[in-house]
């Protein structure tokens, strides 16, 4: 593409690269000069504008915004009309995003005329949110140059996985210094979390905070129609070896992970039974507020695998909340269920 100031006669045909006012005439940025626009110019005394004209193997803006968008959008994922070299992405369901950070980060480092932002991958997203967008910077851009830049984005880099999880099992452990009403808390701040999801709770069973009879209930849980099993423990764990870990051995389970770069929720479990996932909840799952359990239960809900890999890659941007009276961490008086 040809851009630069030229003399008006020069500029018939090709776009007006900024908006032109002089006197009664008023030329929009983007628009074609005609031979009628290059006489009105002239006559209010206007004698260069800055233009852009094609060339032959340009693609105009709209055109290469699509096709971007086109590349990169995947299962439910709904692409608007472009304008003004732009598409925007919105979800078509309620759902996680799922963003391959490493086809977008190679898109925008193909040439600084192509563009495109997302949502923070992992983000619940609800049907006609925006999720991204494609902006093409000049009015076109080379259809080689274009090529490349779908092909560093690959296909689906961008898409959404709805939720497939609706019943939720909760197992809470108790203790004696335990008031039933912590609990019923917990269980109703659960309850809003999964209402996005469509997911509810189907089973609440309390139960001493002993290894033997968790994992009984746990194995009984496995065997239901539960798809989902959450473990509330009376005392936070502490290890590996600890009663909740322990339990979901003993019921036949694996603990896939245990602790988690994030904070609040640096102490949650997560592993698996028949096949079920099972989250060892951190006490910080008890508060409505946002947490590293929040994180994990919308991935689960979404049958996104997490794997150890995927926790222990979660430290960048964990750090979720600052307690002013813990300046450093296990000072000040800290609960046990905080983490």
């Known amino acids: 593409?040809?851009?630069?100031?030229?003399?008006?006669?020069?500029?018939?045909?090709?776009?007006?690269?900024?908006?032109?006012?002089?006197?009664?005439?008023?030329?929009?940025?983007?628009?074609?000069?005609s031979e009628d626009i290059a006489l009105q110019l002239k006559q209010a005394g206007v004698e260069t504008i800055i233009a852009a004209r094609f060339e032959p193997d340009d693609v105009a803006e709209d055109k290469a915004a699509l096709r971007?968008?086109?590349?990169?959008?995947?299962?439910?994922?709904?692409?608007?009309?472009?304008?003004?070299?732009?598409?925007?992405?919105?979800?078509?369901?309620?759902?996680?995003?799922?963003?391959?950070?490493?086809?977008?980060?190679?898109?925008?480092?193909?040439?600084?005329?192509?563009?495109?932002?997302?949502?923070?991958?992992?983000?619940?997203?609800v049907a006609g949110e925006m999720v991204g967008t494609v902006k093409i910077i000049p009015y076109a851009i080379p259809e080689l140059l274009l090529r490349d830049g779908i092909a560093r984005a690959g296909e689906s880099a961008l898409r959404v996985a709805p939720y497939a999880r609706r019943s939720v099992g909760v197992v809470s452990t108790l203790l004696p210094g335990l008031k039933p009403s912590v609990v019923d808390k917990t269980l109703a701040a659960l309850s809003r979390r999964l209402e996005p999801a469509q997911a509810r709770i189907v089973s609440d069973r309390r139960i001493p905070h002993e290894a033997a009879p968790l994992a009984d209930e746990l194995a009984d849980q496995a065997r239901s129609d539960t798809q989902l099993i959450v473990v509330f423990g009376a005392s936070a764990i502490a290890d590996r070896r600890d009663v909740i870990p322990s339990a979901i051995e003993k019921a036949g389970g694996r603990v896939e992970h245990f602790g988690m770069p994030v904070d609040p929720g640096n102490l949650l479990l997560v592993g698996s039974i028949a096949g079920k996932p099972v989250i060892g909840a951190p006490g910080c799952a008890r508060s409505p507020k946002e947490n590293g359990f929040d994180w994990i239960l919308q991935r689960l809900l979404a049958d996104v695998p997490v794997t150890r890999a995927d926790i222990m890659s979660l430290g960048v941007g964990g750090l979720l909340m600052e307690i002013v009276s813990r300046p450093q961490p296990r000072q000040g008086g800290e609960s046990e269920g905080e983490e």
């Open 1 to 33: 593409m040809k851009f630069g100031p030229v003399s008006v006669d020069e500029a018939i045909g090709a776009l007006a690269a900024h908006s032109v006012r002089a006197g009664t005439t008023v030329v929009k940025k983007g628009t074609v000069i």
């Open 68 to 125: 971007l968008a086109r590349a990169l959008a995947g299962d439910n994922i709904v692409i608007e009309a472009p304008f003004t070299g732009r598409s925007n992405l919105y979800a078509g369901i309620a759902g996680l995003l799922l963003v391959d950070a490493k086809a977008i980060d190679g898109l925008n480092a193909v040439d600084e005329a192509m563009t495109a932002a997302t949502l923070p991958a992992y983000k619940p997203v």
